[in-house]
């Protein structure tokens, strides 16, 4: 495994300081305009899924910048992932979309939005045992043979799979140290790592090593567990308290243990360009090939002078790290994979399917506080049982009600409707996780929770299921018309 990642690594371009960006929030053209201004030049940008239309558009737009790619909806931690339409479809899409920007790599989240047919709006990290990580290994490598098979079709470099690991939401779940479960997943597979240090902030906290460490000691010992050797990109993103406040959230607060989650359109605390000085000093990263900040949904003014801090103060010290890493580049790897993916499986069916019920439990867990699940393989990693309740009580019922869109603006007239029938919103989160369902089709929360919301309202307010689905449909048509502007400007070009 080790000889093939440094051979796919050493294929990659060392890229420098960047950005890791969305086309629309903010503008991309529009943010690259801004930097330019302040004398600024990201060494590149990652960007987020999009439409692949909005990838060719963009790279157009660009032809000088290099662009990588950040995937969305490849839900690699889970048994089923092969078959599903995530690895099918999903991987279909994230492999053109690669080719659009011309990506060396293509990183996503260790997590998933979608388990046992239960479907959240933001990342649930997997379970922390060895089962998962083996699990993910082998995910990892039938993407990577998907992603090398489409490249040889293409005729292009095959880029490489990373992940990144995931932020804690308030809680973790499993018997497996996470920098071990990342050394298990890399034994298995010849994938690269993402590194996020705020995410690591969150693993500090969230698994109760505030009580007995500093952060700097955390971080130490964390990272000589970490197979750092694998990190390919470092990323740095806000943190802010749950709801953030409107003037930008709480970054800069000087309490001692706030209660900060991942936050891309957060300020990026002071603490985290310490702690990403003390993981560029580790002396076995040795593969970096970037480090980017993560700024989708952060205004433009704070982006470049937080941008201008960040380079200042790291441009030198991340170009050293590259230097002394994999020196030189080796001619691109000859992949030997056909058309027909044949990924060796490492689990058992009933491994499999031990897995499958435990991601049952972990949901039930999560959304339910299921007595049952306490222990073993779903005990906490560490943090304190009020947190998760803090996540089942408090961020869950925001994210279905709120995040992604009001259920009241996107369903103005039902939810009048609903109120004078007495049947309380409250009642949809209860509603959304109370059986699970097949995944039909691309993961869009947006589009979910509009189908779900009509269903949820049939069976609680019949009388109000017309009105319900009048709204809908004019929600998805509007979306639709919203969601390609790229597209059809792309017609005209
Ligand atoms: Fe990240």
């Known amino acids: 495994m080790e000889s093939e990642f440094i051979q796919r690594a050493k294929a990659l371009p060392a890229l420098g300081a960047g950005l890791s960006v969305d086309v629309y929030s903010p503008d991309v053209l529009q943010l690259v305009q801004a930097l330019g201004e302040a004398q600024w030049r990201p060494g590149y940008l990652e960007v987020f899924k999009a439409t692949t239309s909005a990838m060719r558009w963009l790279r157009r ?71 998962s990580a083996t699990m993910t290994a082998e995910n990892v490598t039938f ?31 499993g018997s497996l140290a996470i920098p071990r479960f990342f050394r298990r997943v890399t034994e298995r ?64 607060d000087v309490r001692e243990r706030p209660y900060w989650i991942d936050a891309h359109g957060a300020p990026i605390p002071a603490l985290l360009f310490e702690m990403l000085a003390q993981v560029l000093a580790h002396p076995r990263l040795r593969s970096l090939k970037g480090v980017a900040l993560e700024v989708d949904t952060k205004p433009i003014a704070t982006i470049v002078e937080e941008y201008g801090r960040f380079v200042t103060r790291f441009d030198r010290t991340i170009t050293e790290v590259q230097r002394i890493g994999h020196a030189g580049s080796l001619p691109s790897l000859q992949i030997e994979t056909g058309y027909e993916i044949d990924v060796p499986q490492i689990l058992t069916a009933d491994e499999r399917s031990a897995l499958q019920h435990q991601y049952r439990s972990y949901v039930h867990r999560v959304t339910a506080c299921d007595p049952r699940s306490i222990d073993g393989e779903l005990s906490l990693l560490g943090g304190s049982p009020e947190d998760l309740s803090r996540y089942r009580t408090t961020y869950l019922p925001h994210e279905l009600l709120h995040w992604g869109g009001e259920l009241q603006d996107m369903f103005p007239k039902t939810c009048g409707l609903l109120g004078d029938a007495g049947v309380s919103l409250e009642q949809f989160v209860s509603a959304w996780f109370s059986r699970p369902r097949p995944e039909q089709d691309d993961y869009d929360f947006f589009l979910l929770k509009i189908d779900r919301f009509v269903e949820f309202v049939e069976q609680w307010c019949p009388a109000a299921g017309r009105c319900a689905s009048e709204e809908a449909r004019e929600l998805r048509d509007a979306y639709r018309a919203a969601n390609e502007p790229i597209g059809s400007v792309e017609e005209r070009v």
């Open 61 to 131: 737009q660009l032809p000088d910048l290099p662009l990588t790619y950040h995937g969305e909806g490849l839900w690699t931690t889970q048994p089923d992932f092969p078959q599903s339409h995530s690895g099918r479809q999903g991987v279909a899409e994230a492999c053109a979309q690669l080719a659009a920007l011309r990506s060396a790599w293509l990183n996503h989240e260790c997590a998933t939005k979608q388990m046992a047919g239960y479907a959240f709006g933001t990342y649930l990290p997997p379970l922390y045992t060895e089962l």
């Open 143 to 173: 993407l990577q043979a998907r992603v090398d098979a489409q490249a040889r079709q293409d005729a292009i470099d095959p880029a490489l799979v990373l992940l990144e690991m995931p932020p804690l939401t308030y809680f973790g779940c």
């Open 189 to 252: 597979s010849a994938c690269g790592l993402v590194l996020d240090i705020g995410h690591l902030w969150t693993v500090y906290r969230y698994t109760g090593a505030w009580r007995r460490r500093t952060v700097e000691s955390f971080v130490a010992e964390f990272l000589d567990e970490f197979p750092m050797e694998r990190v390919i990109e470092i990323h740095v993103a806000g943190l802010a308290e749950f709801p953030m406040r409107a003037d930008g959230g709480t970054a800069d």
